[in-house]
């Protein structure tokens, strides 16, 4: 069991370790777009962080020349965009990037020929072009962004570490879909609102916000006394819609940083939410089997582990909205 809590305690001192900027999705992204038989735009973004920047490069066809502006700075990455020339159609041929070297992050590539349908692939190292398609598959665009809603959640430490928390607080299972249900519609609710348009918030403070929800349930866990249920225990679903209101926002904020195909946005906008509540099953399961093998194998150990656990999630969630709001 010691063991077991030393496997915790790295696993949170590594999610402190992360940006504070935890929330928002980093990939690079290059799109082409076609203006007309011979002429595409290019537009590709690497962010600082994570390699492609210093070492990735857009990987067209030999019949392709690309003309490329200057890079400027945006935010946290290098932001190029360029004209691309093409003697025959890109159909058949492979498009992507060189340079993706292991440990990059990750990039999404879209191609999109005039008059057809998107095209959208998720380029990782060792897998870092794809080809274009002459009759694309229509359920390429669903395949990326529900993997792309799925690393999210799972990789995004602050998104993680407060489902974490929720479970940590109820245990039970009944409650813990009670309020896992009532935080998916929340947060789909906003995802869906601020994508569209239709309302938002700055990122900055939305992303400090979310930190402070999890030292809120980190409190709660601890302060927990049996006989005596505190808000969040009585009324989960209540807390869990109110802050997944919040965590919507964080992953607009996300999803705004890779961009939505623009003929296919309700497909795209429906299946990151599905990863992201894919990911979020995952992270519920896991969680519930590790406190269940807690109770059989230690029964002893089982309250003291979560405390240790959630002390060292208050700690890093702390970290993180000091940080957040001084960025």
């Not at 203006?35 to 962080?49: E, S, Y």
């Not at 999109?112 to 009759?135: D, I, K, M, N």
């Not at 995802?191 to 403070?205: D, H, K």
């Not at 519920?284 to 230690?298: C, D, E, K, Q, S």
Request: charged share 15%.
């Amino acid at each position: 069991m010691i063991a077991w809590l030393r496997l915790v305690l790295a696993l949170l001192v590594l999610g402190a370790t992360a940006p504070g900027q935890a929330d928002e999705l980093r990939p690079g992204y290059m799109e082409l777009t076609q203006k007309n038989q011979h002429d595409w735009k290019l537009v590709w973004k690497a962010p600082i962080l994570g390699g492609l920047a210093t070492r990735a490069a857009p990987l067209l066809p030999d019949f392709c020349q690309l003309r490329l502006d200057t890079p400027r700075l945006s935010g946290p990455a290098v932001v190029a965009t360029g004209q691309v020339t093409c003697t025959k159609p890109l159909e058949g041929a492979n498009v992507g990037l060189t340079g993706m070297e292991p440990g990059s992050t990750d990039a999404l590539l879209r191609v999109a020929p005039l008059g057809r349908p998107v095209q959208t692939e998720r380029l990782v190292p060792g897998a870092s072009s794809f080809t274009v398609s002459a009759v694309p598959d229509r359920w390429q665009v669903a395949r990326t962004y529900f993997v792309i809603g799925v690393e999210h959640i799972v990789a995004g430490f602050d998104h993680l570490l407060f489902v974490v928390a929720l479970v940590l607080l109820l245990q039970r299972g009944p409650a813990v879909v009670a309020a896992a249900t009532a935080f998916t519609l929340a947060h789909s609710i906003t995802l869906a609102g601020t994508t569209l348009g239709l309302f938002g918030l700055p990122q900055a403070p939305v992303e400090a916000t979310i930190a402070l929800s999890i030292v809120f349930l980190a409190v709660e866990i601890v302060k927990a006394r049996p006989g005596e249920p505190r808000l969040s225990e009585r009324l989960p679903w209540v807390v869990a819609f109110l802050f997944g209101l919040l965590h919507g926002f964080g992953f607009a904020g996300a999803l705004r940083e890779i961009g939505l195909p623009e003929t296919d946005v309700p497909i795209a906008l429906l299946t990151f939410n599905l990863g992201v509540e894919g990911g979020q099953l995952l992270i519920i399961a896991v969680t519930m089997a590790m406190l269940a093998a807690l109770a059989r194998f230690a029964p002893k150990a089982r309250r003291p582990s979560i405390i240790v656990s959630t002390y060292a999630i208050g700690a890093i969630a702390s970290f993180w909205f000091i940080e957040r709001i001084w960025a």
